[in-house]
């Protein structure tokens, strides 16, 4: 089975279309080489996913005939990252829905920046 249909079958990405892209940004490695969405995976394989800011580990244990349900993903796919590794995506997921939550999304626009250089002037 390929990569990028192995992805999309046990639901790390939506489509396979975004688990193709996934594959060639770099983002998914098995046995920590950068792959193709072309690549075949074995029983066994490691699969790493970039998941910013740490690298999320799985071990494929079976493959799928076809999407299968989320109840079901466990049966063909063990995750294997550390928690330390865990507690650092929740912490960032964490700081983005605080920050959204206070009306801050991305990068600071240029009237943000100018707010920010006239705040950090005045106290000067």
């Not at 299968?68 to 912490?91: H, M, P, R």
Request: net charge positive; hydrophobic share 30%; aromatic share 6%.
């Amino acid at each position: 089975m390929r990569i990028d249909k192995y992805l999309w079958a046990v639901r790390l990405a939506k489509t396979r279309t975004i688990a193709s892209k996934l594959c060639v940004s770099d983002k998914v490695q098995i046995n920590e080489d950068p792959i193709k969405p072309s690549k075949e995976v074995s029983i066994g394989d490691i699969i790493r996913m970039r998941d910013n800011p740490t690298w999320r580990t799985y071990k494929l244990i079976d493959k799928p005939k076809t999407r299968v349900g989320a109840k079901l993903v466990k049966d063909f796919l063990l995750e294997t990252t550390d928690q330390s590794e865990l507690d650092k995506i929740k912490l960032v997921q964490e700081m983005n829905r605080q920050n959204r939550f206070h009306g801050i999304v991305g990068r600071p626009t240029k009237r943000d920046r100018r707010d920010l250089d006239r705040y950090r002037t005045s106290d000067d």
